[in-house]
């Protein structure tokens, strides 16, 4: 067997009604938080609430930052800074989906920096973090135990994640804030989860152990993958699909994400795709990249009772019910642009060429 390391530090706690049950835990991560949150939905599904109930009861001062817009960029986190500066917040507490957790970890860097400019999220990876703790309300990023917080950069045109390693010293799984969440937002937000699963497993960087939490990852997806068909989820699913999100989390945060990622991320910049619909359209074609005998293709295809890569074609047209429209000039542009950073295509375990690149956008976008 090959030599590998994992690391995932998070303490977790997973279930309904878990945020009140172990508050005590927010008394060992500083002495005034700041609450980092969408603009509505945390204040509508109940999580907003229970977070101030359990600092209340613990005499913990906070302040509210709720302004994260989806894919947050550089000039939110640099105000939320400020602010958790003046304030005298010492600690995060990200609620919300994968934009407002990527965002309280990048705000914990700039507060716990005050001298110095945003540009140290690109190019200080040794810059320090304030403690963050984070909760998500969609199934979904794995923001929750990943390292990494993804930041829209308009002077670039694209999203990158920031280069300081910012795993949450503690988060909180509770499905139960997910019951009101919309089938749009939840089949978007799981074909995210299906693509963290998809390309760790696929990655030259996966390692045993990221493989297995994957095929569990997968197993549990798979049962959810009726109810995604119909838009109709019970509380076991929205369970199991907050957990499937949790262990893609923990793969990619040990293997990082691949193609699909780095082509969607244009695809959410320039037509406002959302971030999992835009992996799940160019998934089927990813898939394609590789040799018909792939072994790994198979096994993954296997574990979610696929045949083939027509059948996960069919399921990502079904669940995302596909329509938008693209240019040959536009999936031009996402060419070059994606062959401007060749790293996430080193993660591809074959040679990848731009005519392939180009390839997987035409496939996925003009037929
Ligand atoms: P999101 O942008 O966080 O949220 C999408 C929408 O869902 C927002 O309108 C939000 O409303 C709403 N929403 C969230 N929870 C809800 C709930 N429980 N009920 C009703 N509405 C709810 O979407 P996301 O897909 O979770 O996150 C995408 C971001 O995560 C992207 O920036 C992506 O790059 C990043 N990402 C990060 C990682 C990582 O490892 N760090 C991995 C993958 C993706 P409000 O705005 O009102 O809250
Ligand atoms: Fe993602």
Redesign the pocket.
């Known amino acids: 067997m090959d030599k590998f390391k994992f690391f995932m530090p998070t303490d977790t706690f997973f279930g309904r009604g878990c945020i009140l049950a172990n508050k005590e835990v927010f008394s060992s991560l500083g002495s005034k938080a700041m609450l980092v ?6 204040k ?2 109940g999580v907003q609430k229970d977070v101030t109930e359990a600092l209340d009861a613990l005499n913990i001062p906070w302040v509210l930052f709720d302004e ?5 960029d550089v000039e939110t986190v640099e105000r939320a800074a400020k602010m958790a500066v003046s304030q005298k917040a010492d600690f995060m507490i990200g609620i ?7 965002a309280a970890k990048a705000i914990a860097v700039l507060a716990a920096n005050p001298e110095k400019s945003s540009d140290i999220l690109f190019t200080e990876p040794k810059a320090k973090a304030m403690a963050v703790v984070e909760i998500p ?2 199934a ?4 929750e135990v ?1 390292q ?3 930041i829209t950069i308009h002077e670039k045109r694209t ?1 990158r994640s920031i280069v300081q390693k910012v795993f949450a010293k503690v988060s909180f799984l509770d499905p139960k ?2 019951d ?3 089938a749009e ?1 939840t089949n ?2 799981a074909v ?1 989860a299906l693509s ?1 699963l998809i390309e760790s497993y696929l990655s030259v960087n996966a390692n045993y152990m990221s493989d297995k939490i994957v095929e569990m990852g997968l197993s549990l997806f798979k049962d959810c993958m009726p109810a995604l068909k119909l838009r109709a989820y019970t509380e076991e699913v929205r369970d199991k699909l907050m957990l499937a999100s949790a262990f893609a ?1 923990v793969a ?1 945060a040990q293997s990082g994400t691949s193609i699909p990622h780095c082509l969607g991320y244009f695809l959410t910049y320039e037509k406002d795709i ?3 619909r835009a992996n799940g359209m160019v998934t089927r074609a990813y898939l394609e990249l590789f040799p018909k005998e792939d072994q790994k293709v198979a096994q993954l295809l296997h574990c979610l009772d696929m045949n083939n890569t027509e059948e996960m074609g069919e399921f990502l047209n079904e669940v995302l019910n596909i329509s938008e429209t693209f240019t040959v000039e536009e999936i031009s542009y996402y060419t070059d642009r994606t062959m401007e950073s060749p790293q996430k295509l080193a993660t591809f375990p074959y040679a990848v060429k731009k005519e392939d690149i180009f390839k997987v956008y035409e496939k996925s976008l003009l037929s």
């Open positions: 949150t969408g603009r509505n939905s945390a509508k599904n994260v817009g989806e894919n947050p919300g989906g994968g934009s407002p957790m990527d309300t969609t979904g990023t794995g923001s990943t990494y917080s993804i999203k804030y997910m009101g969440l919309s937002i978007n937000t995210d963290h989390g990619i959302p971030h999992g």
